[in-house]
């Protein structure tokens, strides 16, 4: 693989377990040396250096405090090794605890601390060198959601505001999505996709960025000889851009068509002879908080049950319940088209 990270931007590894982000992490880290291949910072070759001679921090998903230090101590443990002044360090402590929001529990341990405050700590401690590089290893998938959610804020507006530069390893899509400048999606140990989150979600470019990130209806197909998509005996029209990734291949050739959930429109009008449009029935309504989840059974036959998020006032607006017909529509600016797994073989 080949990437590079920009100074001062928040870089996320996205993939599944087993995909290789923490192994690539590691090597970085010096802590899984690379076998091929150059890793460089600032412009240095740091390949064959020891971790011990690169210039990063690290916070490991367990914290990794030391019990039988206190807070500050954990935080001044680099500063301590250095043997630098004492002086300095008790000023540089207290400003790290500071920044984290712990000023005040410098002088208890580890254990008496929640798990949100020992990750502030191990992330202090991370920041105490003045690294010019900030590794996160899943250093949130411990925590409960309500803590998760706020310090992913607070890590993202802590690196912004420092201009630190900053690799994220998660398999948590919400958490990448929320916190990264760039996303890094990875599958089997190969670089899918490098984008924005918005890029990344909206526009995948390959079947796995599509199925792996957020929901994603599926629909198979063959392409049409007009660059539509045939899809049981309909035609589905789909933007240009909608079919970059299959460009040049035959008609006729396999493909799934891929639409997101929100992208979904439901109406009750009996509109089914509009551009994709079909009649359906509510199969199922799935009340998740925000919105609902709908599924939607096609009443042609050869279209697999499709899922609409829907808003609250959407719903009561129209009244929905299941057994209800609607009508379906998928706007072609919004649709994905791939090759299906066969035809890309």
């Known amino acids: 693989m080949s990437l590079e990270v920009f100074e001062g931007e928040l870089v996320c590894f996205l993939g599944p377990s087993g995909c290789g982000k923490t192994t690539l992490l590691r090597a970085i880290a010096g802590l899984a040396p690379q076998d091929a291949g150059r890793i460089e910072q600032a412009g240095r070759d740091i390949s064959r250096l020891p971790p011990s001679r690169r210039d990063y921090g690290i916070v490991f998903q367990s914290y990794a405090l030391f019990p039988n230090l206190t807070v500050a101590a954990n935080v001044g443990y680099g500063l301590a090794s250095r043997h630098l002044p004492r002086a300095g360090i008790e000023a540089r402590v207290k400003e790290l605890l500071e920044l984290v ?115 994603m209806n599926s629909i198979p197909g063959t392409l049409a000889d007009d660059g539509g998509v045939r899809v049981g005996a309909r035609s589905f029209h789909v ?62 036959g050869g279209i697999p049950p499709i899922l609409a998020d829907l808003s609250v006032q959407v719903v009561r607006g129209l009244a929905l319940a299941e057994g209800e017909r609607v009508c379906v529509r998928l706007p072609a600016e919004r649709l994905r088209v791939f090759p299906s797994v066969t035809a890309a073989d």
Not at 107 to 112: F, L, M, V
Not at 120 to 139: C, H, I, M, N, Y
Not at 177 to 195: K, P
Not at 250 to 266: F, K, L, M, N
Request: negative net charge; charged residues 20%.
């Open 101 to 215: 929001g712990l000023a005040t529990s410098g002088a208890k341990y580890p254990n008496q601390l929640s798990g949100g405050q020992q990750q502030r700590v191990a992330l202090a401690r991370a920041l105490a060198t003045s690294p010019g590089l900030l590794l996160l290893d899943e250093p949130l998938s411990a925590l409960d959601a309500q803590v998760r959610a706020h310090l992913r804020h607070e890590i993202k507006h802590l690196t912004r505001r420092l201009r630190l530069t900053t690799i994220l390893v998660t398999h948590d899509q919400e958490e990448a999505l929320a916190m990264a400048d760039r996303i890094v999606v990875m599958n089997h140990g190969v670089i899918e996709q490098v984008g924005t989150p918005l890029e990344i979600y909206c526009t995948p470019a390959t079947p796995f960025v599509a199925d792996f990130v957020g929901k």
């Open 239 to 300: 933007d240009p851009v909608g079919l970059d990734a299959v460009n040049g291949w035959a008609a006729g050739t396999g493909v799934v068509v891929c639409a997101r959930p929100e992208d979904v429109i439901v109406t009750r009008a009996n509109d089914a002879a509009a551009r994709n449009s079909l009649d359906a029935t509510v199969d199922a309504l799935d009340f998740l908080g925000a919105f609902f989840r709908a599924t939607l059974a096609a009443v042609d």
